[in-house]
């Protein structure tokens, strides 16, 4: 009896999640080291170099720090216990990312000039987003314990893609004159609902439920166009309703990051599904034609690659126009980019920048503050974060046991790559800016909650994936 007690608590203590738990003290220790240099950098009375030290958070507003990372070791033993074969990489690697979100968050909330107001509780707020998202994350896991039911009401997640963003288009129509352009949000009483946040993850389940069931005839072709071989139009019939919706973003919502995440998404996933080029440049060409004419057709897109055009860097010889659009619609971008040329090769140091002078730093432009703070350096870090997440999505792909698992993954891990390409891009002038947030690092709720789910997706996907690995020997 005693022996098999033994042989039970080795066995506990070998499939015991040692790796994760291990990663996990990285983003562990990286946050506590930021809480206390925030903390060492308030004390100092050092005036004289630093403006903005009656602003940085006192010990109460570094709170949230230590609440995060109370909640992610919670997390961890959760899975432990009910997940154990789940990938071990994936939540440490988002851990990091969250943690740094909240930790700037509680930095940049009492700095935010005051136009808008100082925030001193955004770090706390950012930490209940948090604790929302890895709820829902955990409760993605419970739930989906057949991820193949969600293939067979594909054509349900297509309704619900457009259910979600007809109250903006309607919002769109009805304010098609304003000059503001921001209709994708929605304000019920004090919350604001950001539907392209959901519309993503019913947009790649749709595709991969599809493709799965229709990647043969997408892949031979039916009908001759010439060196093109097309579908027959039963199955090319969803695709274009799924475009549309893209089309309705870009003209009518006037979201081109969305318009251009759903576009994205479509040619990844069916270049996966089919491994047809043609499929992919015809597409893109498609693409290009229908960009130009909502550039003829649109103002606020030809104000968008204004600012890509507009150069800064010859400030001393700018005419009165441009000297006027660099403190006008160009101000956001021309802020960030000096923001980010601040912060040289190691940064100012965190704490020690200025970076809420960039206006709406802590959602569109969060990334410009990491770069004043942490540098060229810690952009590098953060980037390379990111494309090991995008790694492990894509090796939970390779992984799973299914078809449909593995085309979900797939689309799903392209959501945090084309998210973080489009949205950095855009903060360092090489694409149009959009309001896409930056994943765990941006404030906001809806982004928070919609990116765990995406991960709590992964999660399960790996651990059915492994599970029946070991049923199969």
């Known amino acids: 009896m005693a022996q098999q007690i033994t042989q039970q608590a080795t066995g506990a203590i070998r499939q015991y999640r040692w790796k994760e738990l291990g990663l996990l003290i990285l983003p562990c220790s990286i946050l506590l080291l930021l809480m206390t240099q925030l903390l060492v950098i308030h004390s100092s009375n050092d005036t004289t170099t630093l403006n903005n030290l009656k602003n940085l958070p006192i010990l109460d507003g570094l709170i949230p720090i230590l609440g995060f990372i109370a909640a992610i070791l919670v997390v961890h033993f959760i899975l432990n216990i009910f ?167 870009f003209l009518v919502v006037r979201e081109l990051g969305l318009a251009l995440l759903i576009y994205s998404l479509f040619l990844c996933m069916t270049y996966v599904a089919t491994g047809k080029k043609s499929y992919v440049l015809v597409s893109l060409g498609a693409f290009l034609l229908l960009g130009f004419i909502g550039y003829s057709l649109l103002g606020y897109v030809q104000n968008r690659f204004a600012t890509v055009a507009f150069n800064p860097a010859d400030w001393a010889h700018l005419t009165p126009a441009e000297d006027k659009f660099a403190l006008g619609s160009g101000n956001q971008v021309y802020q960030g980019l000096t923001s980010v040329a601040s912060g040289g090769i190691l940064g100012s140091g965190f704490g020690l920048g200025l970076p809420a002078r960039v206006p709406v730093v802590d959602s569109d432009m969060a990334f410009t503050a990491y770069a004043e703070e942490f540098g060229l350096v810690g952009l590098f870090a953060i980037i390379g974060i990111y494309l090991l997440i995008v790694h492990r999505g894509f090796r939970i792909a390779a992984e799973a046991s299914d078809t449909f698992s593995k085309l979900l993954a797939a689309g799903l891990t392209s959501v945090f790559a084309l998210q973080t390409l489009i949205i950095t891009a855009g903060d360092l002038k090489l694409l149009p800016l959009t309001g896409i947030p930056l994943p765990y690092l941006s404030n906001g709720g809806n982004a928070i909650m919609a990116n765990f789910i995406i991960v709590g997706i992964l999660l399960r996907i790996s651990h059915n994936s492994a599970v029946e690995r070991e049923g199969a020997y």
């Not at 071990?88 to 005051?114: A, E, N, W």
């Not at 509780?121 to 994350?137: E, F």
């Not at 392209?196 to 799965?212: D, P, Q, R, T, W």
């Open 83 to 249: 997940f154990r074969k789940a990938d071990q990489v994936l939540l440490p690697l988002v851990s990091l990312l969250s943690g740094l979100g909240v930790v700037m968050m509680t930095r940049l909330g009492p700095d935010i000039p005051p136009r808008v107001g100082p925030i001193p509780n955004l770090g706390s707020k950012q930490l209940v987003w948090v604790l929302v998202g890895l709820a829902i994350c955990l409760g993605t896991m419970f739930i989906l314990r057949n991820i193949g039911w969600l293939s067979r009401y594909k054509y349900t997640w297509l309704l619900f893609c457009f259910a979600v963003l007809l109250p903006s288009v309607i919002k769109g129509i009805l304010t098609f004159k304003n000059a503001d352009p921001t209709r994708d949000v929605l304000n019920f009483g004090p919350l604001n609902l950001q539907p392209s946040e959901f519309l993503k993850i019913g947009v790649v389940i749709f595709f991969a439920g599809y493709l799965n069931d229709n990647r043969d005839i997408l892949a031979e072709g039916h009908y001759r166009l010439g060196p093109l071989r097309l579908p027959p139009l039963r199955q090319l019939g969803p695709l274009l309703f799924m475009l549309s919706i893209a089309l309705l973003s």
